[in-house]
């Protein structure tokens, strides 16, 4: 069996947008047919970047150690699907230059909904407490998020099904080919 072609698929979008939800789908997707990992922006906080704040500086910084950990992965044949925030367009490019440097694919997919939308929806209660002004440094309310630009995916998380999101994703996977015959489907 030939060894897969490792590869670091980027989901970037604000808070509750569907980047984890979009991430589990590809992962039970993928999992059958070749080695994947899920970096959870949420896991990450937790267990790698723990003590970090949400100040511009760490922020960055965390991105960065979810970036070192996909190109760890990766190099080994691992598809890497990162699901994190990463606010900054250039820490997001940081990620992809380091990649790039490695000779790893990156793949960058913006899972996007209007603000009213992710308000309304607000699936942890963070909105509610953002506008509040319960919580500082919240992206997209009294933080900056800066959209990419020219990602390789768009998934409209409030038009679009996960379904679709999904077979968007894979489609861009199977056309840099990055994915075998069989994860295509």
Do not use: C
Request: zero cysteines; proline letters at 5%.
């Amino acid at each position: 069996m030939a060894h897969p072609v490792g590869f670091i698929l980027w989901l970037t979008g604000l808070s509750g947008a569907g980047k984890s939800t979009l991430s589990r789908a590809l992962r039970e997707h993928l999992a059958p047919s070749r080695p994947v990992e899920v970096l959870d922006g949420d896991e990450v906080r937790t267990w790698l970047s723990r003590g970090l704040g949400f100040s511009r500086e760490d922020r960055e910084e965390n991105v960065r150690r979810i970036g070192h950990v996909a190109r760890l992965l990766a190099k080994h044949g691992v598809g890497v699907i990162a699901a994190a925030i990463s606010p900054y367009a250039s820490a997001r490019e940081e990620v992809r230059r380091l990649a790039a440097e490695a000779g790893i694919p990156f793949v960058e997919v913006f899972v996007q909904a209007p603000l009213e939308v992710l308000i309304a929806r607000d699936v942890k209660g963070l909105y509610k407490k953002a506008l509040a002004g319960e919580l500082t440094h919240f992206t997209g309310v009294s933080d900056p998020y800066e959209a990419p630009e020219t990602p390789a995916v768009t998934v409209r998380s409030d038009v679009d099904s996960v379904e679709a999101g999904l077979r968007r994703v894979l489609e861009t996977l199977r056309q840099r080919g990055l994915l075998g015959p069989s994860a295509a489907a």
